[in-house]
C-alpha cells in the first residue's frame, strides 16, 4: 500500500487469519495488519479517532454477531468510513452471497485457499492492484 | 477477466481508448470491448437490454455530458447496474475526485500511466485481479443451479 498503511483483517477463525496474515507477510514483508476477530471490534477500531485508518479491508462474510453484509452496510452508511475500499475474503462461493457483497459496494471478492501457495498468490494480486490504486488519504476528509 | 463478458470503457479521448484496445490485444484479454464516449452514452449501452452487461466497467472522469462522477451516482443508485464493479482510469490526481469516487463504491481508481509500457501493465493487474476476483453474474439457470448446489452442499 502507498506509505506502507496498514491492512484491516476482519476474520473470526484463528487459522484463517493466521493464514492470511502469513501470506500477506509472504508476499510482502513491511506490510502491517490489524486483526479484528468480529465486526464489532472492526467498526470499534474504525471509529476510534486515535487509530490509524486502515488503507484497505480484507473481510469475511461469515462473523459471530454482525455478519460482514452488516459490516458492509454499516461502512457504507458511515461518512468517516465510506470511501475505504473493502475486499470481501471469504470461504463461500454461494452466487447470492457473490451478488449481496457486490450490492453493498465490495471492491472485489476473493475465496480463500487452505493452500499456502495459493493464498500467497491471493494476497500479492490483491497487494499489487492495490499498490497501482490512487487511495483516499485520511488528511483528505 | 472471470468470465468473457464485455468490459465496458467509458472513455472521450479517442488516444487513450485507443491505448486500452492495444493493452488489451497485446494482453490477449478475450473480453470484446465496447467503447462509449461520455457517461451519458455509457448508460444509454447499460440502460439497453439488448446490450450484455458488462463484467467491468472501466470509467474516466473528466468528459463532457455527464462527467464520470455524475456517472457513478446515477449507476450505483440503480439497483441494476450497482454491481457492476467500477474501476476508474484517469489523469486526475484530486484528492477531492479520489474520495468523491471510492464514497461511491468504487473498485479501483486507477492514473493512467503516460508511458505505454506502464499503461500495458496497469491494464494487466487490472485483468490478474478481476480474473482471480469473483464477478456479480446476474440469475440465470445455471447460477441458480450453482447456487443450490452451494446451498445443499
Known sequence: MPCAKPILLVEDDPVDALEIRRALGDSHAAEVVIHASSAEEALAYLRCPADVRPALILLDLKLPGTDGFAFLKAIKADACLNDIPVVAMTGSRAVRDILASFDLGVAGYMVKSPDHSRLVEITRTIENYWNLNRLPTALAR | ?153
Not at chain 2, 481508481?109 to 501493465?121: A, G, H, L, T, W
Request: aromatic share 6%; glycine share 2%.
Open chain 2, 1 to 153: 477477466m472471470r468470465n468473457s463478458k464485455p468490459v465496458l470503457l467509458v472513455e472521450d479521448d479517442s488516444i487513450d481508448a485507443m491505448t486500452v484496445r492495444r493493452a488489451f490485444r497485446e494482453l490477449k484479454v478475450v473480453n470484446p470491448l465496447k467503447h462509449t464516449i461520455n457517461g451519458e452514452e455509457a448508460l444509454a449501452y447499460l440502460q439497453d437490454e439488448a446490450n450484455d452487461k458488462p463484467c467491468v466497467i472501466l470509467l474516466d472522469l473528466n468528459m463532457p455530458k455527464m462527467n464520470g462522477t455524475e456517472f457513478l451516482r446515477i449507476a450505483k443508485a440503480d439497483p441494476a447496474l450497482r454491481k457492476i464493479p467500477v474501476v476508474v482510469l484517469t489523469t486526475s490526481s484530486e484528492e477531492r475526485d479520489v474520495v468523491d469516487s471510492f464514497r461511491l463504491s468504487v473498485a479501483g481508481y486507477i492514473i493512467k500511466p503516460v508511458d505505454y509500457k506502464n499503461f500495458v501493465e496497469a491494464v494487466r493487474t487490472i485483468d490478474v485481479y478481476w480474473t482471480l476476483s469473483e464477478l456479480p453474474v446476474e440469475r440465470t439457470e445455471d447460477a441458480d443451479a450453482l447456487c443450490q448446489a452451494h446451498t445443499a452442499g
